[in-house]
């Protein structure tokens, strides 16, 4: 057994990059996120790494662009209007193909918003906030440890697909303190990056980093491998986690903190004689489609609840094909729907029959 | 029989796609050179921008990352910083450099990041088909100053050496023309100079080029020199403005 500490999201998050081998990290002030950047800023000049406040977003994210196209494993991290500063770059990260890690620990909107926590940001990260057609892998953590575990893993996906991974989670995961318990020895994939810029040392043809192809032919073509790679990810990395589905009268889908809050109302619930099952995303892209169409019979409906005016939901109902109706119960401006709240909605939606 | 001419090793065997009289041919030889000269092409790796020089990564032989526009200083700094031990280039235009991109530019500078900056001033936009640039001179017609730049409408040219040479971390600035050999020859020396800066971990250094676009200066290739050498050696005086004495 490894190391147990108690500690704030933020801070889980900025040891998991260092344990998982990330030696450079460029970004920005910006509330609920800043741990990041002091952890970051304490610990990169004891292992050699680097640590640069940048002049912007945009600055940080291109800085990834640099380091990540060099070789190295990088991380930036935001909240969501430094998030949509970065979408320039997470386009040409995207099609340049280099592995890299950004952290969006979303905040309301939109605009300057306010700096609670929010899950407005879903459609920006699964459907492409920046221009042209990529994907990036959006992991949702509901937990320190879950953001401990998956910000590792996030650098081995991104390495393992020459891809951009988010950490996305909100203003409550940030900073809640819980315990976390490391592994003595992380698991991280060491891939070929024979097509970084490292140097030629005039023993090879020049690398080249880009992400324009003025022949239409080249960038359609290039496109498709994309595409390729997109369609191999949604078949091996959907990630996600099911309980009290088989026997439920209705499953609720929920994801990073909401889906704390449904799993105290899957208890209270059950006391009354319903049977609550939850469907949490932990891949918010991949979607996992199949894992509703499984279920998609077995309740009388199902509920979505986010941090949103209802933006997975539209996934959710995309994956059911309308074989039972989804609703739809969220909470805007820093608000959190309250456990009670929640379940006088499942109740309301039951009595429909 | 002695070789007194041949193409830079740094340079590759490739037309250029630039139009006739276009004198980023000239810089890009002269980069390619120095790089010959200091005997580091298998450690240098240079930063394309985004205009009429975008796939320069395709004429030098050294690693090469394209940049989104104005962004290559943090790129570049984001490469150096990974191997500190590289020499580190970037190639930008007024545009790139002095408009979208000035606040890449200044605190890459402002931080010494240890990364030359190539700095291509031709006083318009090329790859657009010519509007006006940070760099464009007073009165000069443009396709979005037609009636010339106007001080009241359109405010002053950017002067970009002055400006950086105000940064403590930007070691080495210097302004050289391409309009004939002798300049030619300066500005060679300052680039090596500026590569050799860096590689001596003392900071940023940037040269900045003053050179032609005579496609849309509607001006003949010996025009434009001419008129390069008229009009905007007296508003962008050339010279060291730091660094001159910098050991290296």
């Known amino acids: 057994m490894g190391e147990r500490l108690l500690m704030k999201g933020n801070e889980a998050i900025a040891e998991a990059a260092l344990r998982a081998g990330c030696r450079h990290y460029f970004g920005y002030p910006i509330t609920p996120q800043t741990e990041i950047a002091h952890y970051m800023a304490k610990k990169m000049p004891l292992v050699g790494g680097t640590f640069i406040q940048a002049e912007s977003e945009v600055a ?7 380091a990540a196209g060099a070789g190295a494993r990088v991380m930036t991290s935001s909240s969501s209007p430094g998030i949509s500063l970065k979408q320039e770059g997470i386009s040409y990260i995207s099609g340049a193909e280099l592995p890299a890690v950004i952290v969006n620990i979303i905040r309301c909107g939109p605009g300057l918003g306010g700096i609670l926590p929010a899950q407005g940001d879903y459609f920006q990260a699964v459907k492409g906030g920046g221009h042209g057609d990529y994907k990036m892998v959006v992991l949702a953590p509901c937990s320190v440890q879950e953001l401990y575990e998956l910000t590792v893993e996030a650098f081995n996906i991104a390495d393992k697909y020459r891809i951009l991974v988010m950490i996305m989670g909100d203003g409550v995961l940030g900073q809640m303190m819980e315990a976390v318990e490391f592994k003595d020895k992380e698991e991280i994939i ?13 023993k090879r043809e020049h690398n080249v980093i880009t992400s324009i192809y003025i022949n239409p032919e080249v960038l359609e073509k290039h496109n498709q491998k994309l595409q390729a790679k997109y369609r191999t990810i949604e078949e091996k990395e959907v990630r996600v986690e099911t309980y009290n589905c088989e026997k439920a009268d209705i499953i609720v889908s929920a994801f990073g903190t909401v889906a704390r809050i449904v799993k105290n109302v899957i208890k209270m619930a059950e006391k009354e004689g319903i049977k609550v099952g939850l469907i949490r995303p932990i891949t918010l892209w991949p979607f996992p ?8 019979e077995v309740p009388k409906a199902f509920l979505d609840v986010e941090l949103n005016a209802g933006q997975m939901v539209e996934d959710v109902r995309l994956a059911l094909e309308g074989k039972r109706p989804v609703y739809f119960h969220g909470r805007m401006g820093g608000m959190l729907p309250t456990q009670q709240e929640i379940l006088d909605k499942i109740k309301e939606i039951l009595k429909k029959g | 029989m002695a070789t007194v001419f041949k193409r830079p090793h740094a340079l590759k065997d ?7 009289g276009c004198t980023h041919g000239i810089v890009h030889r002269l980069i390619a050179e120095v790089i010959d000269e200091l005997d580091i092409e298998g450690k240098t790796i240079g930063v394309s921008p985004v205009g009429c020089a975008y796939n320069n990564y395709e004429y030098f032989n050294c690693d090469m990352q394209q940049a989104a526009h104005g962004r290559a200083p943090a790129v570049a700094t984001g490469i150096k910083r990974v191997h500190p031990d590289k020499v580190v280039f970037t190639y930008q235009g007024d545009g790139d450099l002095a408009a979208i991109g000035t606040a890449e530019i200044v605190h890459a500078a402002t931080r010494g990041e240890k ?18 640039a940070p760099t464009t001179l007073i009165n000069q017609v443009t396709t979005t100053s037609p009636y010339g730049r106007k001080p ?36 060679k020396k300052a680039i090596k100079k500026a590569f050799q800066v860096q590689m001596a971990n003392k900071g940023f250094s940037i040269v900045e080029v003053l050179s032609t676009c005579p496609t849309n200066w509607g001006l003949s290739p010996v025009e434009a020199l001419k ?11 050339l010279g060291n403005f730091r660094g001159r004495d910098l050991e290296v």
């Not at chain 2, 490739?14 to 006739?20: D, K």
């Not at chain 2, 009241?152 to 023309?177: D, Q």
């Open chain 2, 14 to 20: 490739v037309s250029l796609h630039y139009c006739p």
């Open chain 1, 190 to 202: 060491h891939v070929d990056k024979s097509w970084a810029t490292t140097g030629t040392g005039m």
């Open chain 2, 152 to 187: 009241e409408l359109h405010g002053f040219p950017i002067k970009v050496c002055e400006l950086l040479s105000t940064l403590e971390g930007a070691v080495y600035v210097e302004r050289v023309s391409v309009h004939d050999i002798k300049n030619i020859m300066n500005a």
């Open chain 2, 115 to 132: 990364i030359t900056t190539v700095f291509i001033n031709n006083a318009i936009y090329g790859m657009t088909s010519g509007q006006m």
């Open chain 1, 60 to 66: 940080a994210i291109n800085m990834v662009y640099g």
């Open chain 2, 227 to 237: 008129w390069l050498q008229d009009n905007m050696v007296s508003f962008y005086p």
């Open chain 1, 289 to 296: 489609t199949e894992t509703f169409r499984k279920y998609a």
